[in-house]
């Protein structure tokens, strides 16, 4: 790891709005060629820390460097290295793609063709469309394109699937995975805790301005470790009647919850009670939490 | 170079994709002179010397010049604060590209159709109504026309700075100009003007510019460097305040 420079480097990032700590000593480092997500709910401080490395907004406290230059005070040859997409912006619909990304290609030094960007993002059957005529992923998937042109070295990308339906969501991944295929650097910013677990290498989630998990994927699931064995209860039974278990159950719903260390033997305990009464325990299942539960966890959602 | 190139190309495209805008800036203007000419085209004027000449060696320079502040001044602040406010500009100023880029990029793009603009004016006016400029006068008029649309651009980007939403940008615009087209000579002759708003009108931006395009078509009277200069004045006023006021990133950033 000490051969490369890590591509952000941030320790202490503080950001005030007024009496409001949006950003409050966050410490983060992303390596080169890695797919780092951040993860938090809306008003975590995500999109400040994000744009506070891609030099738009000023920080109040803390170091940052990204690819070797503070935001601060880095001009346009640090810009030509990187992409950016913003959680918020739309190409000028009057121009067609192929024109839209042509006209970025002349801001950078060193750009990729057109086409060449265009067969990345997926875009080849809506090149000569203007941009506003795109459905909301073509749309999406031109930012990116825009972000690439200048051959970045590190990306941002900014909630790049707020909105899509799956179909989309699905297509947009593809186009991440790819960058990462480039050895590209990205970094991602989402409320979508799958978007997280598919593409990214390692995972922060923020929680009031303050990172409250980090991590790989993996690494972050190890951190509720519990089983949770589910199932709904049977009519015309209460809670109490139910054998004791390892963890106590809850009810939520009709459905009955027990999250638990020792599933093996809880499970036994549960099915020779059942079976000795004539019951059938209706949709049973027996799962590890997924990551979007960590996360709702760790952010501070309830379950 | 060949940044700047692309940026006004790009720029200029985009101009001719929007209806509404090429509506307005270009064939509205036009749509006023050719039915001021069928109203009063037969009327002559008496000017302050006491020379009588026919009303559309008035109206041909007056709607070229309401065609150039269409295009510098309304369209111009439209689309910047339209630019601005949808995120365009912050996504560019996140790219290598300069700042002055944009900025040139608006101005060129509406220098081009402000001289489009004279183009038609000057052969609607020469074929249609028998109205011509001298050789002579051509060049005091391209370049009358130049400072003006520069000016104008200036003051554009002025109220593009003062203006907070996109859907304010419209309504502002017509707000600033019309009034001003109606005490300024375009739409009526100064010279049936209550001499108080006469006054008042000479110092406002709309009325030197009219004057200046004017003497190109009717040099009767002296060359009128008064306005030429206010003209300018106007536009460093613009250029002051628009720096001074300027964003990049959308109001609600």
Known sequence: MQSMPAAISVTGLIKRYGDHQVVDGVDLEVQQGEVFAFLGK??????TTTEILEGYRTRDGGNVSVIGEDPATAGAEWRAKLGIVLQESRPLGALTVKETLRLFAAYFPNPHTVDDVVRLVGLEEQINQRAGRLSGGQVRRLDVGIALIGRPELVFLDEPTTGFDPEARRQFWDVISGLRDLGTTVFLTTHYMDEAQVLADRVAVLRDGKIAALG???????LRGDVEIRFTLPPGLELAALPALSSQPRLTGGEVRVE?????????VLCSWAEARGLELPALTVERPTLEDVFLAISGETT | MNMLVEQVRADLLAFSRRPETLFFTVFLPVIFLV????????QSVTLAGGDVIAQSYLQVPAFMVMGVISASFVALSITVVNRRETGIFKRVRGTPAPAWLLIAGQVVTSLVIALLMVIVMLALGSFAYGVRVEIGHLPWLVA??????????????MLAALTPSTEAAPPLANVVVLPLYFISG???PVESLPTWLGNIAALLPVAPFVKVATWAYVPATTMPWRSLGLLIAWGAIGLIIASWRFRWTPRRD
Not at chain 1, 260 to 268: G, H, I, N, S, Y
Not at chain 2, 35 to 42: D, K, N, R, S, Y
Not at chain 2, 144 to 157: D, K, Q, T
């Open chain 2, 35 to 42: 039915l001021f000419e069928a109203i009063f085209g037969g």
């Open chain 2, 144 to 157: 009358s026309v130049l400072v003006g649309a520069i000016a104008f651009s200036c003051l554009g980007m």
């Open chain 1, 216 to 222: 790989t994927p993996a690494e972050l699931q190890a």
């Open chain 1, 260 to 268: 638990t260390t020792a599933p093996t033997a809880d499970l036994a």
């Open chain 2, 186 to 188: 375009v739409f009526v």
């Open chain 1, 42 to 47: 809306n008003g975590a401080g995500k999109t």
